[in-house]
């Protein structure tokens, strides 16, 4: 049978305490002394009890929350696994680059730790990065891997996929905090994006610098409806988009430290 963990706590903890009392009491009272000596002693062995079993208190829920900690780490990493293999799947559906969305996140985590992201925020940042077209799993595939140019009829249902994005990662409790790359990786810096029309700060920081690797992974590779780029011309996109479509200093940030993270999107080892 498994024992909770706070009622092994708080077994430990009375056992230690009563064993303290009754043997403490009889090594006080063993000893003979008057009574203003004994309430002394007594006052003492209280003082060391308090002590004492603050001590093993702050050790045994340190060693349980150490465990917690294990398994919540346990489950996430098994939570991160499964998300890959769904996202494996769509970008296959989508007939995107192999590896594709690993790329663009290992990139916009670099990135954001260079910008001075950490934490929770980090934390958020690859979950949206990774799942930044989470919406488009409910778009039909002729719009999706349609090869040619989309109608506006067409264009009108591809540009909800950011909301439909936002709707499925709302009912995951988990993944609430990390919906501003999905929801808000095709507003512009100028305001002229969807599907909020947001402009310059008011675009969540996680997604300014998700859209400039996102471009970049766009022009570099090849997708259904256009071959890729030569690197020089990709480059000179991503300075002409600054300060329209791109967040400027998020461009600047991006091109000084390029070839870092080039190589960490080209290469998984090197994000470790």
Same mark, same amino acid.
């Given at each position: 049978m498994t024992v909770r963990p706070q009622i092994r706590t708080v077994a430990i903890y009375v056992t230690l305490a009563l064993a303290w009392v009754y043997l403490s009491d009889r090594l006080v009272f063993s000893l003979g002394y008057d009574e203003r000596t004994l309430g002394w002693l007594h006052s003492l062995k209280g003082a060391i009890f308090v002590v004492l079993t603050g001590a093993l208190l702050y050790w045994l829920i340190g060693r349980d929350m150490r465990r917690l900690d294990r398994l919540n780490h346990m489950l996430l990493g098994g939570n991160e696994q499964s998300l890959r293999v769904l996202v494996s799947a769509m970008d296959a559906r989508h007939k995107e680059t192999r590896d594709h969305s690993e790329r663009v996140m290992r990139m916009t985590v670099a990135l954001a730790r260079i910008a001075g992201l950490e934490g929770d925020s980090l934390r958020n940042v690859r979950f949206g990065a990774l799942l930044h077209d989470i919406g488009k799993l409910a778009l039909p595939d002729a719009i999706l891997v349609k090869p040619? !140019?989309?109608?506006?009829e067409e264009t009108a249902v591809m540009r909800t996929h950011p909301t439909l994005g936002r709707d499925l990662l709302m009912r995951t409790a988990f993944?609430? !905090?990390?919906?501003?790359?999905?929801?808000?990786?095709?507003e512009r810096w100028d305001g002229t994006g969807y599907p909020r029309g947001l402009g310059g700060e008011d675009i969540p920081l996680a997604a300014r610098i998700f859209s400039v690797v996102d471009v970049w992974d766009a022009l570099s590779f090849p997708r259904v409806y256009k071959p890729a780029w030569p690197e020089d011309e990709v480059i000179d996109y991503l300075r002409k988009a600054a300060g329209g479509q791109l967040d400027p200093d998020m461009v600047a940030l991006f091109l000084r430290h390029y070839d870092e993270l080039k190589a960490i999107g080209l290469d998984p080892v090197a994000s470790h």
């Open positions: 040619g !140019p989309l109608t506006p993944l609430r !905090p990390a919906i501003d790359i999905p929801y808000a990786h095709h």
